[in-house]
């Protein structure tokens, strides 16, 4: 759809997404970094999944808001968000939690870390207000979303997933009626309500909202103003948007972006170092459930200039040898074999050892006669010579962050924790 000069709705919007949060169910992963900053896939940070989707929808104007230690997070924007060129009508504004309402309170919930950038959006003249979550893994159409808001004069249009009602009680929920009105949104509900004429299946929210701009400060101003406030979208601004304007629903099947291979509409949220784990594994298969190579709809990452990964090593039981795994720039695999694994930039394999089912974050070093199954490697990591982990759980979760699916999370404290034990 296009407005009334032509131009499509995604150049008169701006995406604005939330990225301040910890993450904490990802445990020591996020003690240095925002759930947001954390590696996915090979090569790119999840917050690249939100951004890419903006820029692939035509969105030109963005703002990413930051608070828990951002500093990893807003230097890879830096490094790979810089291409925006203000003479074409493109922004990219970071915007970390810096006090500027007043000098007592940073962020102070999702509405508040708008709320205290108004100015900042004003200066841009957005039409319409694309509110993004930056810390799920998912390929959407934002003009799909944007084109539902304005032929159905919502005052705020929420993309949400089909779920079953089982496992809906995690999210916020919606209640409609036949044409997707939001008649409840109930924040994790024990019996969440069914979409209708779908008895066993429930609307649950992906933290994605579109607003009229002008509508949507209005509602962040009434908000701050408000004391018992706790200053949340999903808790304060949507329901009362429900109870007294008009909500609708907009179905993430109808805005999905599919390659011609992918048989499912692919939505995760990596918040748990099992669903982290498995979501990058998902890439290793055949046909993955994803496909990071579709050229139509690219996620955008920092490009890091650095030398073709590497197999050296052609002997019996010492050969240089990659299985079902995304390997990635600057590695080394010297006699080494990785299996159904991602190694991540610059990750160098000694000779003998071994990685299977591993996500092995960047410039990691696994010693010579390791053998790593099943594991999580935090970026920087020298694995010592001979290291066994995933094949004795009681003597793993001594030592490690063991997870109840048996993954295993290591990180540099570990291993020197582990070093002083001798």
């Not at 508040?112 to 950038?117: E, L, S």
């Not at 993430?252 to 972006?257: A, Q």
Request: glycine content about 8%; some cysteine; overall charge negative.
């Amino acid at each position: 759809m296009r407005d009334t000069i032509g131009q499509p709705l995604a150049r008169e919007a701006m995406a604005y997404v939330l990225a301040g949060g910890r993450g904490s169910r990802l445990n020591e992963l996020t003690d240095n970094r925002a759930k947001p900053a954390v590696y996915f896939g090979g090569k790119s940070r999840i917050i690249d999944f939100a951004l890419s989707n903006a820029i692939n929808s035509g969105i030109r104007r963005i703002g990413v808001a930051t608070q828990y230690k951002a500093h990893s997070l807003i230097r890879h924007m830096q490094r790979a968000w810089n291409f925006m060129r203000p003479e074409r009508n493109e922004s990219f504004d970071i915007l970390p939690a810096s006090q500027r309402i007043d000098e007592l309170h940073w962020y102070e919930g999702t509405a508040d870390a708008v709320f205290q950038n108004i100015d900042i959006i004003e200066a841009h003249a957005p039409r319409y207000m694309v509110i993004l979550a930056g810390d799920h893994i998912y390929k959407m159409d934002y003009e799909l979303m944007l084109r539902q808001h304005v032929q159905s004069g919502a005052d705020v249009t929420i993309g949400c997933l089909v779920v079953p009602r089982k496992e809906a009680s995690g999210f916020g929920v919606m209640a409609v009626d036949a044409r997707d009105v939001i008649t409840s949104f109930i924040e994790k509900p024990v019996d969440p309500p069914a979409i209708p004429g779908l008895p066993d299946m429930a609307l649950a929210s992906m933290g994605i909202y579109v607003f009229d701009t002008q509508y949507l400060f209005e509602r962040l101003r009434e908000d701050a103003a408000d004391p018992q406030s706790t200053r949340d979208f999903g808790k304060d601004i949507i329901p009362r948007i429900v109870a007294g304007g008009k909500a609708v629903a907009h179905r993430f099947t109808d805005s999905c972006i599919r390659a011609a291979e992918e048989i499912e509409e692919y939505w995760r949220d990596v918040g748990t170092l099992d669903a982290y784990f498995e979501a990058n594994l998902d890439l290793t298969d055949v046909v993955p459930k994803l496909n990071m190579y579709d050229r139509d709809w690219p996620i955008w990452t920092d490009q890091i200039v650095a030398a073709p990964a590497k197999f050296v090593h052609d002997e019996d039981g010492r050969r240089g040898m990659a299985i079902s795994s995304l390997i990635s720039n600057d590695c080394i695999v010297s006699g080494a074999l990785a299996r159904r694994s991602l190694l991540f930039t610059g990750v160098k394999m000694g000779s003998f050892s071994s990685v299977n089912e591993g996500v092995i974050l960047p410039y990691c070093n696994i010693g010579r006669g390791a053998r790593l199954s099943r594991v999580i490697v935090d970026s920087g990591v020298r694995i010592p010579e001979g290291l066994v982990v995933g094949e004795d759980p009681v003597l793993d979760a001594q030592r490690f962050r063991r997870t109840d699916n048996g993954v295993c999370l290591i990180t540099k404290h570990m291993i020197d924790q582990l070093s002083a034990k001798g």
